[in-house]
């Protein structure tokens, strides 16, 4: 009878208690990851904002909260961003990160990125990244230019589930925009063109080719109608791997400014490699 105890109790735990899964094979399964927009978070891979070529003039802070979706993952994250322009606009600051994230994919989605889990198991941070903005050239008659240089460190966490690639990326570009129309004497109607190009580098997992370069590039328009301005832009980075590493995004932001306080809401539609639509709304205090 005691026996008989002991195998049941035996086959009750095989069955029902999950695996443990060693460091050692968590090493080998990250070592499958494929580092590319498609097999990654929706924040793995941050598509540059487009900007309207001019180095703002005021202290920002904003805080974020932000929906991604798609058939096979839904992820939410809290995000931050301090602006701190200098010399009255002719060159800047900003510093971002997710402050947490939480997830939640399929199975499918786990395979096909050999991810080790489906949901968050703890509570975990992004990756920082620091911009530094540049004003080349200021001209009503021309148009306005700057250049942004970026540097996404490598604190994100969950590399095992690919959240975040633990590892540094950079990029840089050249962002011009000019007023296609503006009210004489006012700044209560204007509507502005914008586009940038640049370079997009990130460090992957493989032994020979260590990194991945891509094309980045981005247009849109921008209404201004009193407290009231709609951005609309198409931008994305075009890797030459060809491993998931196209990704694009149509994005709209509609922002309502009363008294430097600034409400703004947000949605991106995902394009190729980019699999994730998102909804955002978020708050932006000027100084």
């Keep these: 009878m005691?026996?008989?105890?002991?195998?049941?109790?035996?086959?009750?735990?095989?069955?029902?208690?999950?695996?443990?899964?060693s460091a050692s094979d968590y090493h080998e399964q990250m070592k499958l990851l494929i580092y590319s927009p498609r097999y990654f978070g929706p924040n793995a891979f941050p598509i540059p904002i487009l900007r309207s070529g001019k180095v703002s003039e005021r202290y920002e802070a904003e805080v974020r909260g932000e929906y991604h979706y798609f058939s096979g993952d839904k992820t939410t994250n809290l995000y931050t961003r301090a602006l701190l322009p200098f010399f009255r606009g002719k060159a800047g600051i900003e510093v971002s990160m997710n402050l947490f994230e939480e997830y939640e994919m399929t199975q499918e989605i786990v395979d096909e990125r050999y991810a080790v889990g489906r949901e968050s198991p703890i509570t975990f941070h992004g990756d920082v990244i620091v911009t530094a903005f540049f004003q080349v050239l200021k001209s009503e008659k021309w148009l306005d230019a700057m250049?942004?240089?970026?540097?996404?460190?490598?604190?994100?966490?969950?590399?095992?589930?690919?959240?975040?690639?633990?590892?540094a990326s950079y990029w840089f570009d050249v962002t011009a925009g000019k007023d296609l129309i503006k009210a004489r004497g006012s700044?209560?109607?204007?509507?502005r063109l914008q586009a940038?190009?640049?370079?997009?580098?990130?460090?992957?997992?493989?032994?020979?080719?260590?990194?991945?370069?891509?094309?980045?590039?981005?247009?849109?328009?921008t209404a201004h109608y009193r407290s009231f301005t709609l951005t609309t832009d198409f931008s994305g980075i075009s890797g030459?791997?060809?491993?998931?590493?196209?990704?694009?995004?149509?994005?709209?932001?509609?922002?309502?400014?009363?008294?430097?306080?600034?409400?703004?809401f947000r949605y991106n539609h995902g394009i190729k490699d980019?699999?994730?639509?998102?909804?955002?709304?978020?708050?932006?205090?000027?100084?």
């Excluded at 005691?2 to 899964?21: A, E, G, N, Q």
């Excluded at 940038?196 to 328009?221: K, P, S």
Aim: aromatic fraction near 14%.
């Design 274 to 287: 980019n699999l994730y639509d998102t909804l955002s709304l978020g708050y932006i205090r000027c100084f």
């Design 147 to 167: 250049v942004n240089m970026t540097l996404k460190t490598a604190s994100g966490g969950r590399v095992c589930d690919a959240r975040y690639t633990d590892a």
């Design 196 to 221: 940038m190009v640049g370079f997009y580098c990130w460090m992957t997992n493989e032994i020979i080719h260590r990194q991945n370069d891509a094309i980045l590039f981005g247009a849109g328009l």
């Design 240 to 264: 030459y791997k060809a491993n998931g590493d196209n990704s694009m995004v149509w994005r709209n932001n509609l922002r309502y400014e009363l008294k430097k306080n600034i409400l703004s």
């Design 187 to 191: 700044d209560n109607l204007s509507l």
């Design 2 to 21: 005691k026996f008989t105890y002991k195998v049941l109790l035996l086959f009750s735990l095989i069955f029902l208690c999950p695996p443990v899964i």
